[in-house]
Structures are given as structure tokens and as C-alpha cells.
């Protein structure tokens, strides 16, 4: 498990440190944006929430020692991405949206979760 583990830790970890510093990366594809393409303070705060959690864990993912703690990091990405694929899928305000950024989420959380399998 550990190698792409660690991989996928790392670039949930590098993607949020994105979205933190540009919040529109997330908000975009999300449908989110204001019609000029700026990003209220509102969904500012909400995508800093995200990627900062979402931060949290990849980090975990990286530097957990093996067994139990990096499998308790995973399980937290894993269930982190389920969710977001529930209430980004279901409350977007944009039906594509909300079609393409629950597959997204759903993908990355069955990645993530075979990777516990790869040697």
C-alpha cells in the first residue's frame, strides 16, 4: 500500500495547497464563480475549508508510519471524497456541474481506496 498511497497523498496534498492560494481552481469547475469569474468571500472561505482539510490528510497519506495510522489516513480520504461526491453531486447549483465534480470525487476516492491494495 504504501507507495502510491504516499503518491496520491502527495498530490491531494499539492492540489490543496492550490486551491487554498487559488480558490478559483475549485470554484470553477464547480460552477461557482461569479458571472464575471470571480469567487465571492463566501465560496473563498468555503474552498480554504476544503483544502485545508483535504491538506490535512494528503500530508497524513504522506508521512504516516505504515499500518494503522496510514490506513486510518486513507479511510479519511477515502470517506472525505464519498462525501463530497454526496453534497457537491446533489446541492451544486449546476446540474453538469454537479455531474462532473461527484465523478471526479468518486474516482479520486476509488484511487485512492484500490491503493491500499497496490504493493
Known amino acids: ?3 502510491m498511497t504516499r503518491v ?3 498530490l491531494t496534498a499539492a492540489y ?3 486551491i487554498i492560494a487559488a480558490p ?3 470554484a470553477k469547475p464547480c460552477g461557482l464563480t461569479t ?3 470571480e469567487v465571492s468571500p463566501g465560496v473563498r472561505t468555503l474552498v480554504g475549508g ?3 482539510r483535504d491538506a490535512a490528510i494528503g500530508l497524513a497519506m504522506v508521512f504516516a508510519p505504515p499500518g494503522r495510522a496510514l490506513q486510518v489516513a486513507l479511510a479519511a480520504r477515502v470517506a472525505s471524497d464519498a462525501a463530497d461526491a454526496l453534497v457537491f453531486g446533489t446541492t451544486l447549483p449546476d446540474r453538469t456541474a454537479r455531474k462532473k465534480v461527484a465523478a471526479f470525487a468518486v474516482a479520486w476516492a476509488a484511487l485512492c481506496a484500490v ?3 497496490v504493493r
Do not use: N, W
Open 50 to 52: 476544503i483544502g485545508a
Open 24 to 26: 478559483r481552481v475549485l
Open 16 to 18: 490543496s495547497a492550490t
Open 8 to 10: 496520491l497523498g502527495a
Open 35 to 37: 458571472a464575471s469569474g
Open 1 to 3: 500500500m504504501p507507495a
Open 115 to 117: 491503493s491500499a491494495a
